[in-house]
């Protein structure tokens, strides 16, 4: 009789490199997400939020924004509602469903020929704590982002 187990007989432990689980992503810190599909907006908020001191990345739709978030941790995301691939409302749906905790901005120009109140009160619905109507003042967007950063905080 030998003391190797039969094939038929399972081990009794595991080795730990059999048991241990994927290793975890580790995420890197930014303050900010904004997603918008017109360059030129993101090409602004973005120099606003850089001369601000705030660390961010972009995206120009929701579907490139929640690759983003497999990579990053957020404080704070920023959105627009009307974009192609996926829109703010498709995005804050499913951020939200994820139980991500950074607050969202959403912010509209209100999209064929739409008032961008209208366009924002769904975002609202769906879980957006902030929202401003394009055109909106840089000192007012950062006034916000400020606001919305510190009350994250708090």
């Given at each position: 009789?030998?003391?190797?187990?039969?094939?038929?007989?399972?081990?009794?432990s595991l080795p730990a490199s059999a048991t241990a689980g994927p290793v975890p992503v580790q995420l890197t810190a930014r303050d900010v997400l904004l997603i918008d599909d017109d360059e030129s907006v993101?090409?602004?908020?973005?120099?606003?939020?850089?001369?601000n001191g705030f660390s961010f990345e972009s995206a120009g739709n929701g579907r490139a924004a929640l690759a983003l978030l497999t990579r990053h941790k957020f404080r704070l995301v920023i959105t627009d509602i009307f974009m192609p691939d996926m829109?703010?409302?498709?995005?804050?749906m499913k951020y939200t469903a994820t139980n991500r905790r950074a607050p969202?901005?959403?912010?509209?120009?209100?999209?064929?020929?739409?008032?961008?109140?209208?366009s924002l009160?769904?975002?609202?619905?769906?879980?957006?704590?902030?929202?401003l109507a394009k055109p909106f003042g840089?000192?007012?967007f950062i006034a916000v982002v400020q606001d919305m950063l510190r009350e994250q905080a708090a």
């Open positions: 009789m030998t003391d190797d187990p039969s094939p038929s007989t399972p081990p009794t993101r090409c602004v908020l973005s120099e606003v939020l850089k001369r829109d703010g409302l498709e995005f804050i969202i901005l959403a912010i509209s120009g209100g999209g064929r020929g739409s008032l961008a109140d209208t009160k769904p975002a609202q619905l769906l879980g957006s704590q902030r929202t840089l000192k007012d």
